[in-house]
């Protein structure tokens, strides 16, 4: 199933025209390869165009004098929130990962 879900984003990302969703849909790919949690992706009510929805009322709400940044971890944390992937799920925490106990040492 992680495979449809990459899968999906990675159409959304092909159809798309803006430059800034093609990123966030390349984050949303690096955060579902890097957790093995692709939470809701594959709902028909998600999207990347409603994801970038969501970063932009992020930012419209935190503006100050005219401008807005969204940093890679604030960015992060707005696409697990909309699409329901686990907070917290590290590569090595994520479920149905082999762990080489060497990597630990």
Same mark, same amino acid.
């Given at each position: !199933? +992680?495979?449809?879900? +990459? ?15 093609? !990123? ?5 790919? &690096?955060? +579902? ?12 009510? *998600? ?7 969501? /970063?932009?009322?992020? $930012? ?11 940093? #890679?971890?604030?960015?992060?944390? +707005? ?7 686990? *907070?917290?799920?590290? #590569?090595?925490? $994520?479920?149905?990962?082999?762990? &080489?106990?060497?990597?630990? /040492?």
């Amino acid at each position: !199933m +992680i495979d449809k879900a +990459i899968e999906k984003i990675r159409r959304e990302i092909e159809e798309e025209t803006e430059e800034a969703t093609k !990123m966030l849909g390349q984050q949303t790919i &690096d955060i +579902i390869e890097a957790t093995g949690d692709y939470g809701q992706v594959l709902q028909a009510d *998600k999207s990347l165009e409603g994801c970038q929805k969501a /970063m932009d009322d992020y $930012a419209s709400k935190h503006r100050g004098k005219g401008r807005t940044v969204i940093g #890679p971890q604030q960015a992060e944390e +707005i696409i697990k929130n909309y699409y329901g992937i686990q *907070k917290g799920l590290t #590569p090595a925490a $994520a479920p149905g990962r082999v762990i &080489d106990l060497l990597d630990l /040492m």
